[in-house]
């Protein structure tokens, strides 16, 4: 199951090994990828990771998490990130990009950040200013142009980042969203920038790629999101055309969370089960046993590692082996495939 390919859409992804968007924090102000970037993604493609989504890269300047993130804000950036995805297909890696706005979790030095609402993530954070509704639609078709921006560079999947924090997950859960107006109060309002964010992406981007939506099932404090609540979010963006919810948790505030192997895979299992969407689980999933189990019982339908491939690029031919998968290794590499 871990080696058999899955489509989506017209995307076809040769295993159902998912590297996790992690932040390199490498970029040099600019925003723009550099060969670390190149390095990096390269790196697991030949590893065989079957989809590779690249970090977090910010829709606008002052939506950077730091000075050092990857954005596509600007036409510029399009170029250095073509250059990797081109050389990961090389190596039959379906390639995707996370959109991001980090919100109140902002660090850029030179920026105020924005949020829903005028509370700093910590007392070490800046005070966001509030977004006036205005402000709310510039943000989402920045958005939008960061899908073109995607395609132009050759992406084969846009994932929404609105979870852990940022600014989509801030309007989602009425811990950091305390506004009065049609984007704050109730669920479906507290859900209505995501739905717009949605909406804006899907109007330039083809309709034969797949767009998948991370989320924070779990905000792990009284009084915010829990999968509950995750799931009638979930439930007003089901007719929205998502492909497959990248199903986290926490990151909203600091929060005392039981770590565990597969910790996040019970909150895929009732989004896969109850919402009849397809899911991708990430958290401590490091053994090939355990990502194996995960898809055959169907709790999810794509495995996440993160934090494992970058321990060890080539976990996907070792977990193959592991599994007795006969799987195809870079040709410079047969001389080390064990049988």
């Given at each position: 199951?871990?080696?058999?390919?899955?489509?989506?859409?017209?995307?076809?992804?040769?295993?159902?090994?998912?590297?996790?968007?992690?932040?390199?924090?490498?970029?040099?102000?600019?925003?723009?990828?550099?060969?670390?970037?190149?390095?990096?993604?390269?790196?697991?493609?030949?590893?065989?990771?079957?989809?590779?989504?690249?970090?977090?890269?910010?829709?606008?300047?002052?939506?950077?998490?730091?000075?050092?993130?990857?954005?596509?804000?600007?036409?510029?950036?399009?170029?250095?990130?073509?250059?990797?995805?081109?050389?990961?297909?090389?190596?039959?890696?379906?390639?995707?990009?996370?959109?991001?706005?980090?919100?109140?979790?902002?660090?850029v030095t030179d920026d105020t950040p924005v949020a829903p609402t005028s509370m700093e993530w910590n007392k070490d954070y800046?005070?966001?200013?509030?977004?006036?509704?205005?402000?709310?639609?510039?943000?989402?078709?920045?958005?939008?142009?960061?899908?073109?921006?995607?395609?132009?560079?050759?992406?084969?999947?846009?994932?929404?980042?609105?979870?852990?924090?940022?600014?989509?997950?801030?309007?989602?859960?009425?811990?950091?969203?305390?506004?009065?107006?049609?984007?704050?109060?109730?669920?479906?309002?507290?859900?209505?920038?995501?739905?717009?964010?949605?909406?804006?992406?899907?109007?330039?981007?083809?309709?034969?790629?797949?767009?998948?939506?991370?989320?924070?099932?779990?905000?792990?404090?009284?009084?915010?999101?829990?999968?509950?609540?995750?799931?009638?979010?979930?439930s007003l963006i089901k007719d929205e055309g998502i492909d497959v919810i990248d199903v986290s948790s926490g990151g909203l505030?600091?929060?005392?969370?039981?770590?565990?192997?597969?910790?996040?895979?019970?909150?895929?299992?009732?989004?896969?089960?109850?919402?009849?969407?397809?899911?991708?689980?990430?958290?401590?999933?490091?053994?090939?046993?355990?990502?194996?189990?995960?898809?055959?019982?169907?709790?999810?339908?794509?495995?996440?590692?993160?934090?494992?491939?970058?321990?060890?690029?080539?976990?996907?031919?070792?977990?193959?082996?592991?599994?007795?998968?006969?799987?195809?290794?870079?040709?410079?590499?047969?001389?080390?495939?064990?049988?």
């Amino acid at each position: 199951m871990l080696f058999e390919p899955i489509k989506l859409r017209n995307i076809i992804i040769k295993n159902r090994i998912m590297m996790s968007p992690m932040c390199q924090y490498s970029a040099q102000g600019d925003g723009m990828a550099n060969d670390w970037h190149f390095v990096h993604y390269v790196t697991r493609a030949v590893g065989g990771t079957g989809l590779i989504i690249l970090e977090a890269t910010d829709v606008e300047a002052r939506g950077r998490i730091t000075d050092y993130d990857l954005g596509i804000w600007k036409d510029e950036q399009i170029q250095p990130l073509k250059r990797i995805v081109d050389e990961c297909k090389k190596y039959g890696a379906t390639i995707g990009i996370q959109l991001s706005h980090a919100g109140r979790k902002s660090e850029v030095t030179d920026d105020t950040p924005v949020a829903p609402t005028s509370m700093e993530w910590n007392k070490d954070y800046k005070t966001p200013k509030e977004l006036s509704k205005k402000e709310i639609k510039d943000i989402i078709n920045k958005f939008r142009e960061a899908a073109v921006r995607a395609e132009k560079a050759g992406f084969d999947i846009i994932e929404i980042h609105g979870a852990h924090g940022y600014l989509i997950h801030e309007f989602l859960s009425p811990l950091s969203n305390k506004r009065t107006d049609e984007y704050g109060g109730t669920t479906e309002n507290r859900t209505r920038f995501l739905r717009e964010v949605i909406q804006a992406v899907k109007e330039v981007w083809p309709k034969d790629k797949p767009i998948f939506l991370r989320v924070s099932a779990d905000d792990y404090i009284e009084g915010g999101i829990n999968i509950d609540e995750m799931v009638r979010i979930l439930s007003l963006i089901k007719d929205e055309g998502i492909d497959v919810i990248d199903v986290s948790s926490g990151g909203l505030l600091n929060a005392k969370i039981e770590l565990y192997p597969g910790y996040q895979v019970k909150y895929s299992e009732r989004i896969k089960k109850e919402l009849g969407f397809k899911t991708a689980s990430v958290g401590l999933i490091t053994q090939p046993e355990l990502a194996e189990d995960v898809l055959r019982s169907g709790r999810a339908d794509i495995v996440i590692l993160g934090r494992e491939l970058l321990r060890n690029p080539y976990w996907p031919l070792q977990a193959a082996r592991h599994l007795r998968y006969d799987i195809q290794w870079p040709k410079q590499y047969e001389r080390a495939k064990l049988k």
